[in-house]
């Protein structure tokens, strides 16, 4: 089984897989990425795979993320969806990674001058293209600072659309997955947000939400009551949260 030269994937722990994608965006970002042996890559790993993390990001041709983590072949499951929507679909794939490939940590990444978010700003509703657009249309309710020129033509909207539509999909994730969100609470995997911006190359982690990153900072301690305590409103700060809980 592939090894990644920087960890032992059965050892992992969440925080590491974390710090590998710091580091990995970081040469990226720098434009010095480290050498990758694809030959050698493919043929340890055309057996199994064992990724150290998922990603559920958008499917913008723009967005890839072995290329953006400066990752290998084997080393990130890769769930692209327009608008890093968390569908039944993409949830259970996460699922599928993390509990059957052991992956570590699972990040749901948006993005800049996104085409998805863009389209829910405008209300677009053509073809199938609406499904998407009812998944990211909480995030443009949950917009409340801005109250004119409310469409694409606004980039500052977007932006702000685009931040909490990651905290959107979070929120389903953890709703939706119970088998997630238990592995949460033992330790097992990780959870985070953030947003990757197009011209700068960087992923920025301080884009989750406040009371998400309180969470993930706490989340080996998370409960499922917990977690549906915060989706339903009874917690909407961190100083609700339990004592235990709290940062």
């Known amino acids: 089984m592939y090894r990644h030269p920087l960890i032992d994937r059965d050892k992992c722990t969440p925080r590491q897989a974390l710090d590998i994608l710091i ?17 050698s890559v493919r043929d340890v790993i055309k057996e199994k795979q064992h990724p150290f993390a998922s990603v559920l990001g958008c499917s913008d041709s723009r967005t890839t993320v072995e290329l953006i983590f400066d990752q290998n072949l084997g080393d990130i499951f890769s769930v692209r969806l327009a608008g890093n929507i968390a569908s039944i679909k993409a949830i259970g794939s996460l699922e599928f990674s993390c509990k059957y490939l052991g992956s570590k940590l699972v990040v749901v990444m948006g993005h800049s001058n996104c085409g998805a978010i863009k389209a829910a700003c405008d209300h677009y509703k053509g073809g199938n293209i609406g499904e998407i657009i009812e998944l990211i249309d909480p995030a443009v309710s949950l917009e409340k600072t801005i109250t004119e020129h409310r469409n ?20 389903r994730i953890l709703k939706r997955s119970s088998l997630l969100t238990e592995m949460i609470d033992r330790k097992e995997i990780g959870l985070i947000g953030a947003v990757y911006n197009l011209a700068s190359g960087e992923v920025d ?5 406040r009371i998400h990153r309180s969470i993930i900072r706490s989340c080996s ?21 339990p004592d235990s809980m709290r940062p």
Not at 23 to 39: A, I, P, S, T, Y
Not at 156 to 168: M, Y
Not at 205 to 209: D, I, L, Q, Y
Not at 221 to 241: N, P, R, S
């Open 23 to 39: 580091e990995g965006n970081e040469r990226f970002k720098n434009n010095v990425q480290r050498e990758h042996d694809m030959l």
């Open 221 to 241: 301690k998370l409960t499922y009551d917990v977690v549906q305590q915060i989706l339903d409103g009874q917690i909407q700060t961190v100083e609700q949260l």
């Open 205 to 209: 982690r301080s884009s989750a939400p």
């Open 152 to 171: 694409s033509t606004n980039d500052l909207f977007v932006g702000k659309v685009c931040f909490h539509n990651v905290e959107i999909q979070m929120e």
